[in-house]
């Protein structure tokens, strides 16, 4: 008999840990705990699949526990659940944590425990590969790491500022092209292989939270890094939920910052380019919102278009 996926929940509401495990006790293997230290002591004994953690505990905060746990046990898919609207701590639990999903309190059954067995299930996957490489405390683009093959990152923001402090940070290992509109964007995207996308939020009225999604529908190996001085908690969410964001960083960009998280975003494509398995780690749950819904379909069919275009333009020149 196939062993239960093992779920870790940390609450430090013992009537939540009580709902949680009745809701999942069947499915799965529960391991529950209040203290942050002993959830830590847990996944460094048993070999967690998925670990759920609130946000607002006394003794550990959930994403210090969710940024431990990335180190202690990196395939371990980290899911934070929350009742509280906290953009820090959604922001802390993207840029440190690299959680799968965040959720909001009260949950609903039903896709609470899609979530978490769609979790589970990768979490199954990654289990018969190598594991991760951590890149903690490491000096900014370490040679071994720029070195290789180039690739191409997409610099998406009206302000030049932007693309000459990444065009610095990658210098000539890397091929940096810069965009201001969202077209030629798309162009670049559909017929380059854009690894890193770093991008504002919003070109001047232009929201880009729906592009940006629809974009992580079509290319799971897209990584982005966000760069805005704007912050909410609802759409931060969903561009954690919807568009697995690899960072969320402050305007004006800070080159340290930024570097480190480029410098991560280049070693997470290497391992899902030598490891597609890890893609499914990318997936994103779909756009809810009616005009959200039908604005990703424009951009859908306009990148079927460039593509059918480019595709035309390769059967012309043969």
């Known amino acids: 008999m196939q062993e239960k996926p093992k779920i870790l929940l940390v609450d430090d509401e013992e009537r939540i840990l009580r709902s949680l495990s009745m809701l999942l006790r069947t499915q799965y293997q529960i391991f529950a705990t209040s203290d942050g230290h002993e959830a830590l002591r847990i996944l460094r004994q048993e070999k967690i699949h998925v670990i759920i953690s609130d946000q607002r505990m006394p003794i550990m905060t959930g994403t210090e526990l969710l940024s ?7 395939d371990t898919i980290r899911i934070l659940l929350t009742g509280y609207s906290d953009a820090d701590a959604a922001l802390d639990a993207l840029n440190d944590g690299e959680i799968f999903r965040y959720i909001n309190k009260p949950w609903g059954p039903k896709e609470l425990r899609e979530t978490i067995a769609q979790a589970a299930n990768i979490a199954g996957k990654l289990e018969a590969l190598p594991s991760e490489p951590l890149l903690q405390q490491v000096p900014i683009l370490r040679p071994e790491i720029i070195s290789n093959q180039g690739l191409v990152c997409l610099v998406l923001d009206r302000d030049e500022n932007t693309y000459l402090v990444v065009k610095e940070i990658l210098g000539n290992s890397h091929e940096v092209v810069w965009s201001q509109d969202v077209n030629s964007a798309l162009s670049i995207l559909t017929s380059r292989s854009v690894a890193i ?16 999604k629809t974009l992580k529908q079509e290319h799971p190996e897209l990584l982005t890094i966000i760069l805005t001085n704007f912050k909410d908690t609802a759409r931060l969410v969903e561009l954690i939920n919807q568009a697995q964001v690899f960072r969320y960083l402050p305007k004006p960009v800070r080159k340290g910052l930024l570097g480190k998280s480029i410098e991560s975003s280049i070693a997470r494509y290497r391992t899902l380019n030598a490891q597609p398995e890890r893609l499914e ?38």
């Open 281 to 318: 780690t990318q997936v994103v749950e779909s756009i809810q919102d009616p005009l959200q819904k039908a604005e990703s379909n424009k951009v859908a069919d306009f990148l079927a278009q460039l593509r059918a275009k480019i595709n035309r333009s390769l059967t012309a020149g043969l």
């Open 68 to 74: 431990k746990a990335k180190e202690i046990a990196p």
């Open 197 to 212: 996308m770093v991008t504002e939020l919003s070109l001047g009225d232009v929201d880009l939270s729906t592009m940006i």
